[in-house]
């Protein structure tokens, strides 16, 4: 057999064992407290794998729809839209630790990953100045639930600095606080039987 063949056999089988290890979870949920006057909404995707029967490491891709809070320079003369839509999007390693290897597992989380906030809209612009944006931050995320064979119930808090909120030339108008408590709901996309 020749060298190619024995490399590309190889690259083959660690493919497809690590293909039948990653699981996907989907977590939809609700922010819990936000100022905004819109509905506050969140999405989570995280493949992960299985590191012993009570912990996993994984990669989450987050989107969280209005968690703001604005707050404005006493002196400016700008004023934040709360009726505009405001996103933040992370992406995080994280892990999980499972408190026993039951069927209802409670399980306790951590990751610390990127923040990118999108930009904000002014409700009073000038006729040259309608957005404003933020500097994206890194946070933190703290978790934790309950777990039920391919499902699973879980609070996340996610930690995020406040940010500056400029205008074009530069000049800061207020902040913005995009830290947010979420409820959510998460079903196991993937191989094999039951939790992780």
């Keep these: 057999m020749?060298?190619?063949?024995l490399l590309l056999l190889t690259l083959l089988l660690?493919?497809?064992n690590l293909n039948a290890q990653v699981k996907l979870r989907i977590e939809p949920g609700f922010l819990l407290k936000t100022e905004s006057e819109n509905l506050g909404l969140m999405l989570n995707m995280e493949p992960y794998i299985k590191l012993s029967e009570n912990s996993i490491i994984g990669l989450r891709f987050g989107l969280a729809l209005?968690?703001?809070?604005?707050?404005?320079n006493g002196s400016s003369q700008f004023?934040?839209?709360d009726e505009n839509d405001n996103a933040v999007l992370s992406f995080m390693p994280t892990f999980n630790y499972y408190l026993n290897e039951n069927y209802t597992r409670p399980y306790l989380g951590v990751g610390l990953g990127y923040y990118l906030f999108s930009i904000v809209t002014l409700a009073n612009p000038l006729e040259s100045i309608t957005e404003a944006s933020a500097n994206n931050q890194l946070g933190l995320l703290l978790r934790g639930g309950v777990e039920w064979g391919r499902t699973k119930f879980g609070l996340e808090y996610n930690f995020i600095?406040?940010?500056?909120?400029?205008?074009?030339?530069?000049?800061?108008i207020g902040t913005v606080d995009n830290s947010y408590l979420g409820i959510s709901i998460g079903f196991l996309i993937g191989t094999g039987k039951g939790s992780i």
Aim: no cysteine.
């Design 66 to 72: 209005n968690p703001q809070k604005f707050e404005n």
């Design 2 to 5: 020749s060298l190619k063949k």
């Design 161 to 172: 600095p406040k940010a500056d909120i400029k205008i074009q030339n530069t000049q800061t």
């Design 79 to 81: 004023f934040f839209d």
């Design 14 to 16: 660690v493919y497809f």
